[in-house]
């Protein structure tokens, strides 16, 4: 069965750095993209970016390059999103997804970040 | 980025009542690969979104038959043809054939 565990929720100040984590299980993590949702409060859903973790090939939607930073350590089937300097506007719940037919097939549970003073 | 147009963004309907969701994209969907990558997704209440259709009209596995999507090019269609309790939430079409990936506004369904 293929699982998406993801870290739990964060609450940050302002300009602090934060890294998230999405743990694959289930399948062969090398052969297939996983990305990053994203869903602000009372929102939609946005695709910030994807990694191949077999080559660590890695794509940013346009409104996210430079904002965040996609990773994964294939050593330990699991990807991560970060920021170096987090704002109030980052406040949202992120979802990280496994690609099957070139669009999210498995989700995680979700992660909720917090960025207030 | 291509633009998905849904319609309507709130949907009452009566338990038991077909229900119908319109998506328009602002360009083909059309792959080079000749498949069409236009996604449906519902996102019950608290839940992770979890995906319906995929290709216009594959359902995903353990997706009840009384979801079809069809559809072509730019115009795509999610019926549900017996709405049930649990289909409350918020139905969102998506496109992957044009990177980025782009998802429509949503439709909130609600029962009247």
């Known amino acids: 069965e293929v699982q998406l565990v993801q870290s739990g929720a964060e609450v940050k100040k302002p300009g602090e750095s934060l890294k998230i984590s999405c743990k694959g299980s289930?399948?062969?993590?090398?052969?297939?993209?996983i990305g990053w949702v994203r869903q602000m409060p009372g929102k939609g859903l946005e695709w910030m970016g994807i990694?191949?973790?077999?080559?660590?090939?890695?794509r940013y939607s346009p409104s996210f390059q430079g904002q965040v930073t996609i990773s994964a350590d294939k050593s330990i089937s699991t990807a991560y999103l970060q920021w170096s300097s987090l704002k109030a506007s980052d406040t949202a719940m992120y979802y990280c997804?496994?690609?099957?037919?070139?669009?999210?097939?498995?989700w995680g549970q979700g992660t909720l970040v917090t960025v207030s003073s | 980025d291509v633009v998905m147009t849904q319609s309507p963004l709130s949907l009452p309907v009566t338990l038991g009542q077909p229900a119908s969701i319109s998506c328009r994209s602002s360009?083909?969907?059309?792959?080079?690969?000749?498949?069409?990558?236009l996604n449906w997704f519902q996102q019950r209440p608290g839940q992770s979104p979890r995906r319906l259709i995929y290709?216009?009209?594959n359902r995903d596995s353990g997706v009840p038959d009384r979801f079809s999507g069809s559809g072509s090019g730019t115009d795509f269609t999610l019926k549900i043809s017996r709405v049930e309790a649990e289909d409350v939430g918020v139905y969102y079409c998506?496109?992957?054939?044009?990177?980025?990936?782009?998802f429509g506004q949503g439709t909130k369904v609600e029962i009247k």
């Open positions: 997804a496994r690609l099957l037919e070139r669009a999210p097939g498995y």
């Open positions: 289930g399948y062969s993590f090398t052969s297939y993209w």
């Open positions: 990694i191949y973790p077999g080559d660590s090939d890695t």
């Open positions: 360009q083909s969907l059309v792959y080079s690969d000749g498949n069409t990558y």
């Open positions: 290709k216009v009209s």
């Open positions: 998506m496109q992957g054939t044009h990177w980025p990936g782009t």
